[in-house]
């Protein structure tokens, strides 16, 4: 895909900002057309694809069809990271921007079982795994576009503006939906007024199309192609990224992988889980509890890029350990909270969760990006991030729902984010052993690294 250099006015200070922000605009819209999914799983999905005597059925049907797009994000991770390490960051966002964008305007056109039967839910889950496919082809170029651009020192920083699209996509799809819910009755609410808020995916184009003419590819991917080209005429070889990291560095993608799970559960038990749960066995209104989400969403506005900007001066590691921890101490405590019915309770329950994600999330662009090199590191960070969506936030929703029905109690949820945590927790500590051996033995004597660039 065709490279447009920067205008000729645009120092590089401005061009940098205007990479970093295209980047955060692309995770901001990419995750709002993945998130309203998430909130409909829990509203209305179940009654329009998946009719059913029983309500926990339906609900855990149309959660099912939530964790299909997880299942599929590896996938775009591997198809994106293989073409983006050969090809170029720009042309895998703009691609990844555009399928979502399609995708995610057709569930809001499509039939429901009543009708076109059967094939409803089956379109359904075809594009719900469109959306894995195309968010797992996002994150890597978005979170490379921002850190490959960023100054000296101040990676995290920048990686964190990409992160940001998390809270930017929850908050605005809770918005547009209490908004649909607000001015809608709540027949025409199930009957079409819920399709609304996926009408938005068409913007998506639009921003892939700015992305394609007006962004330059990254320096780091440039210089990494050239020299990667002149290797591959002295040996005569074509370069494969994945078949790279699948050979040399699989035990880095996994426990990368591991140290993230506990982080993407928690968030989607959080946005998603417990608006089921809250509505559905403790009677609370879905306005309200939408409106929690969103007041506790804003909270992350802050606390992503402070986090992200104290790992540029402490480490990755110190700081991505406090919010695991945290969350390994809090999991019982907020349930607890949740299960009293106040609406204050709740928010308190969910405040604190969120502050502790938002100290592991702030850093963890900069973090994965900062554990591969630049021929492979879109394939690398993608993997990992997108094993982690699998293993963690896929699964998270229905399992959430299975521990509830099979143990009557929600601690055993709270006991599920607990071992995630302490698999996070382990993983990180390998990962720094790692990193601690790789500087000791490319350096004799012992020198400080930069407290940015450390792992």
Same mark, same amino acid.
């Given at each position: *895909?065709?490279?447009?250099?920067?205008?000729?006015?645009?120092?590089?200070? #401005?061009?940098?900002?205007?990479?970093?922000?295209? &980047?955060?605009?692309?995770?901001?819209?990419?995750?709002?057309?993945?998130?309203?999914? @998430?909130?409909?799983?829990?509203?209305?999905?179940?009654?329009?694809?998946?009719?059913?005597?029983?309500?926990?059925?339906?609900?855990?049907? &149309?959660?099912?069809?939530?964790? =299909?797009?997880?299942?599929?994000?590896?996938?775009?991770?591997?198809?994106?990271?293989?073409?983006?390490?050969?090809?170029?960051?720009?042309? *895998?966002?703009?691609? &990844?921007?555009?399928?979502?964008?399609?995708?995610?305007?057709?569930?809001?056109?499509?039939?429901?079982?009543?009708?076109?039967?059967?094939?409803?839910?089956?379109? $359904?889950?075809?594009?719900?795994?469109?959306?894995?496919?195309?968010?797992?082809?996002?994150?890597? @170029?978005? *979170?490379?576009?921002?850190?490959?651009?960023?100054?000296?020192?101040?990676?995290?920083?920048?990686?964190?503006?990409? %992160?940001?699209?998390?809270?930017? @996509?929850?908050?605005?799809?809770?918005?547009?939906?209490?908004? =649909?819910?607000?001015?809608?009755? @709540?027949?025409?609410?199930?009957?079409?007024?819920?399709?609304?808020?996926? +009408?938005?995916?068409?913007?998506?184009?639009?921003?892939?199309?700015?992305?394609?003419?007006?962004?330059?590819?990254?320096?780091?991917?440039?210089?990494?192609?050239?020299?990667?080209?002149?290797?591959?005429?002295?040996?005569?070889?074509?370069?494969?990224?994945?078949?790279?990291?699948?050979?040399?560095?699989?035990?880095? !993608?996994?426990?990368?992988?591991?140290?993230?799970?506990?982080?993407?559960?928690?968030?989607?038990?959080?946005?998603?889980?417990?608006?089921?749960?809250?509505?559905?066995?403790?009677?609370?209104?879905?306005?309200?509890?939408?409106?929690?989400?969103?007041?506790?969403?804003?909270?992350?506005?802050?606390?992503?890029?402070?986090? /992200?900007?104290?790992?540029?001066?402490?480490?990755? !590691?110190?700081?991505?350990? !406090?919010?695991?921890?945290?969350?390994? *101490?809090?999991?019982?405590?907020?349930?607890? $909270?949740?299960? #009293?019915?106040?609406?204050?309770?709740?928010?308190?329950?969910?405040? !604190?969760?969120?502050?502790?994600?938002?100290?592991?999330? +702030?850093?963890?662009?900069?973090?994965?990006?900062?554990?591969?090199?630049?021929?492979?590191?879109?394939?690398?960070?993608?993997? +990992?991030? %997108?094993?982690?969506?699998?293993?963690?936030?896929?699964?998270?929703?229905?399992?959430?729902?299975?521990? $509830?029905?099979?143990?009557?109690?929600?601690? /055993?949820?709270?006991?599920?984010?607990?071992?995630?945590?302490?698999?996070?927790?382990?993983?990180?500590?390998?990962?720094?052993?790692?990193?601690?051996?790789?500087?000791?033995?490319?350096?004799?004597?012992?020198?400080?690294?930069?407290?940015?660039?450390?792992?």
């Amino acid at each position: *895909m065709k490279n447009t250099p920067p205008s000729p006015a645009d120092s590089p200070t #401005t061009h940098r900002r205007k990479v970093a922000s295209a &980047a955060a605009a692309a995770s901001a819209v990419e995750w709002y057309d993945y998130f309203i999914f @998430g909130i409909a799983a829990a509203l209305v999905l179940g009654d329009e694809f998946f009719p059913s005597s029983s309500p926990v059925a339906g609900v855990l049907a &149309a959660f099912a069809t939530f964790a =299909v797009g997880f299942l599929a994000r590896p996938l775009g991770g591997i198809v994106a990271g293989q073409l983006g390490d050969k090809r170029g960051r720009k042309p *895998m966002l703009v691609l &990844a921007l555009t399928v979502m964008g399609l995708a995610t305007t057709a569930i809001g056109l499509l039939p429901g079982y009543d009708t076109i039967g059967v094939a409803a839910p089956i379109l $359904l889950v075809a594009l719900r795994v469109l959306q894995g496919v195309a968010v797992g082809a996002q994150w890597g @170029g978005a *979170m490379l576009m921002a850190t490959e651009y960023a100054p000296e020192g101040r990676r995290g920083l920048y990686g964190s503006l990409v %992160q940001l699209g998390v809270p930017i @996509g929850v908050v605005t799809s809770n918005v547009v939906f209490l908004v =649909v819910e607000s001015t809608t009755s @709540g027949s025409a609410f199930a009957a079409w007024g819920w399709r609304i808020p996926f +009408g938005v995916g068409l913007l998506v184009l639009v921003l892939a199309w700015y992305i394609h003419t007006r962004v330059e590819e990254t320096p780091e991917f440039r210089a990494a192609e050239r020299a990667l080209a002149e290797q591959e005429k002295q040996t005569d070889a074509a370069r494969s990224p994945l078949r790279e990291v699948l050979r040399h560095h699989l035990g880095t !993608v996994l426990l990368a992988a591991a140290s993230f799970a506990v982080n993407t559960a928690t968030f989607y038990i959080v946005i998603t889980g417990v608006l089921d749960y809250t509505t559905r066995e403790l009677g609370m209104e879905h306005g309200a509890v939408l409106t929690v989400s969103l007041l506790v969403s804003l909270t992350q506005f802050v606390l992503i890029p402070a986090a /992200a900007a104290l790992s540029d001066r402490v480490g990755r !590691v110190r700081v991505y350990t !406090v919010g695991a921890a945290g969350l390994l *101490m809090w999991a019982i405590p907020m349930f607890l $909270l949740i299960d #009293t019915g106040s609406l204050w309770w709740l928010a308190v329950g969910t405040f !604190v969760t969120s502050c502790f994600l938002s100290i592991m999330y +702030g850093p963890q662009a900069a973090l994965f990006a900062e554990l591969f090199t630049a021929e492979m590191r879109y394939t690398g960070a993608s993997l +990992g991030y %997108q094993i982690a969506a699998v293993i963690g936030g896929g699964l998270a929703p229905f399992l959430m729902v299975l521990l $509830l029905e099979a143990t009557g109690t929600s601690l /055993a949820v709270g006991g599920y984010i607990m071992a995630l945590s302490v698999l996070s927790l382990a993983s990180i500590a390998v990962l720094s052993r790692r990193a601690r051996a790789r500087t000791a033995a490319a350096s004799p004597e012992p020198a400080a690294a930069a407290p940015g660039e450390r792992v």
